[in-house]
């Protein structure tokens, strides 16, 4: 047999699969080439990548603003008031009313014998120097209040009695004139300054006479 007519369908099997194999590199070649072809075009193109300007069109050079009245005049901005605390509003007005026959007394005596008291009667200062009745109370709250005393004095002559308030000598001989009948009772004011919490107010007789015949001690807050 000769060799050649064996070697003949060998030699063809061999060429085909080479020219099979060169079939993919072929395809990827001109498929690159397309590519590369197609991407060179568009940038070349305008009308394919390019936006207004390059077609023609011109960028606007300001944004048109909505034309409409102008506004004469800002509204003014009205303060804005905070709301009252508490501590901002002040406490209701009140008055403490201390009966006389209630609260401690040196040199004097509880009595009711003359009309017009308040409570179950009132106190008779001894016709003495330095008789005093004196009250000890918790104040609403501390400072200048207005302490009020209802007195009689039946006599002609003023009564003077020094107010004395936690040991200080706040008002020194503070006159209680003449109310024409122990029957009539009169209010004497004075101010003081209350302490926080416990006081003492001592109304202290400064004559030989005594004091007047005292009602009540009131303080209004
Ligand atoms: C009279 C009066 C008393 C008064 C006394 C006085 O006795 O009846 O109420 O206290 O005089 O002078 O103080």
Redesign the pocket.
Known sequence: MDETEYDGPRHRRVGLVRRVGCLPLLAAALVSTLLMVITVKMLESPTLWRSAPAQGLAWPDTIPVPTGPEPTEWPTEQPIEPPPTPTDVPPPPQTLKYEAEDASVWRGAV?S??TGYTGSGFV??E?TSGSFVQWTFDAVRPGRVTVRLRY?N??PANRPMDIVVNGQVGSAGLPFEATGA?TNWRVRAVDVDLSAGANIIRVVAKTS?????VDYLEIRY
């Open positions: 009595e014998n003359h008779n200062y016709n009689a039946g006599t122990w006479d005594g004091g007047p015949n």
